[in-house]
């Protein structure tokens, strides 16, 4: 039986293990914290828009079981918001032990609070990876889905220092890149003035600290929309957000609230004692990270080179999916992107060509997308999501947008790969 390590206990680690073990391999999933889902606990927001399109082109291809459990820890779905149709927001506060029961349930071996600090190679294979507490785990192919955040130093170098965001490395350890101790290039995303990495803006307010009335609404309907006083908006914190497909007007001129079990704050940046002055909000205070007002996470300073069936280029025995792979925004595109790493890993250990999903799903074509962007100076500076800014135009443009599930599984079909992530290849 392959031995397949995922380094990495992300949304795009949790999908990899769990293709990855469909297919036949025998799983480890290492997580350096002690949650898996790593940005995933702090977001909520999925099939927005082409998500939709994509999560149900990844069910039909076989890798329902992530989207199940989004859909089932769902506190609201069919949620419209500016520039944003038929969302479902998952509950934060419920999502991680699920996803973490059903992976040891179908017997992936999970180790939390296990940092992997450096590989040990043979020529250019990964042998074996070397925790921080020195021991090390040996395996046939590694799938490294340790996000874009890259070495812990970055975030006092490009960003605000550590906010205490949901990765809490002063507790859990430094990161590092395992690509790079393999011995390939970093490559690092851009902000529009060529500077490097970008901000997350998005955060969440304790429900609690709201009024009655923003809390009623917000558990009812699932979004609260409070107009900005206008001497407070500013248009040019748009240009600092990470996620481009809420870098519109709206999200500037109004705080925009999600109910995710906590309320995801759409207006980035925004701070403390200007918030304070919006009616219903006089006593809010931020949820995650307590330093909301200052934003969130420095990201995409750590992209590993790839080819468009995942695999490191480079190194003979490593893939990569998620951030780590890409300039991609989302649960939904590490999902899918950690899907096809994780049944390529068993692929790859019998020696069997790698899957390439074709580009006439809207995964395929994201996948390759990204990859050809990357190489140039203005793709640098874009972030890669189904769910708005260029590519969701793409998407639209290519026809490859549509919430019909017939319509996306006659298209899988097409291609003669319904269920391809079924299929046990040990
Ligand atoms: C505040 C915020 C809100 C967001 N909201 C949304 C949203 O609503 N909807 C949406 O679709 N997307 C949202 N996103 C984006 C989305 O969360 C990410 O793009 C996606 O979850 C990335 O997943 P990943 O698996 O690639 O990486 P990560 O989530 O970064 O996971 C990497 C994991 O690897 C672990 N790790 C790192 N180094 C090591 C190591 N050396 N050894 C072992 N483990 C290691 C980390 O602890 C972490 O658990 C949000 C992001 C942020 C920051």
Redesign the pocket.
Known sequence: MARIIV????????AAAVTAKKAGGDVIL????D??????N?????R?NG?YTAAEENICLGGQELFNITDKAARHVNVNFPGHKHAT?YDVTKVEPMVRRFLEEIGIKILLQ????DVEMDNKSIKSVV?SDDTTISGDIFIE?????GPMGNCLKYGNGCSM???RCPS??P??S?SKRAGVEDILGQRGDESYGAF?G???LNKESLSEEIREKLNKEGVVILPIPKEDINFDKLNLK??QQYALKDFAENIIL?D?GHA?LMTPYYPLEKLRKIKGLENARYE??YSGGKG??I?YLSIAPRNNAMKVIGIDNLLC?????GL???????IV??SLAGHNSVRLSLGMPLLELPRNLAIGDLIAYANEQIKTKEGLKKRY?F?GSEYFERMKEKDLYTIDKKEIKRRVQRLDLLNIYEEKLL
């Open positions: 380094i990495g206990g992300g949304w795009s680690g949790c290492i997580e350096k914290t949650m898996l889902l790593g940005l995933g702090v977001g909520g927001i999925m927005n998500r927001l296990k940092r992997v600090i925790l889905t340790t996000g874009s955040t965001c949901i990765l859990f350890g990161r590092i395992i997350s998005s955060c969440k990470v996620c999600l995710t995801k995650d990270p969130n996470s990201r999916a998620g951030e780590k792979s991609f925004v989302g649960h939904t595109e590490a992107t950690g999501t769910a």
